[in-house]
Nanobody, 117 residues
């Protein structure tokens, strides 16, 4: 079992920045991929950014050049630095980890990001 605790969401004006954090506990030695997803009202949950244990990253086209994902394996924590935020980035952001050996998914409770125009 893995437990995830997110922090760092909030209200920011367009063009501003926020940094999300997600700390994992429990069976952290089994964690391989860590990532962030988001879900806006009336929309499906979508992948924002993913980082492998080796540091390879993948971003949604809509956030490339503005968001940066990173992780601290020693602390079992993943971060999402969000710059130049836009109103369309407003959503509930969820932390996600995938564990070995069965690719089991764990989700955080979500942290709200609201960007005003």
């Amino acid at each position: 079992q893995v437990q995830l605790v997110e922090s760092g969401g909030g209200l920011v004006q367009a063009g501003g920045s926020l940094r999300l954090s997600c700390a994992a506990s429990g069976s952290i030695v089994k964690i391989k991929d860590m990532g962030w997803y988001r879900q806006a009202p009336g929309k499906e949950r979508e992948s924002v950014a993913v980082i492998t244990k080796g540091g390879n990253t993948n971003y949604a086209d809509s956030v490339k050049g503005r968001f940066t994902i990173s992780r601290d394996n020693a602390k079992a924590t993943v971060y999402l630095q969000m710059n130049n935020l836009k109103p369309e980035d407003t959503a509930l952001y969820y932390c996600n980890v995938i564990t070995t050996p069965w690719d089991y998914n764990y989700w955080g409770q979500g942290t709200q990001v609201t960007v005003s125009s």
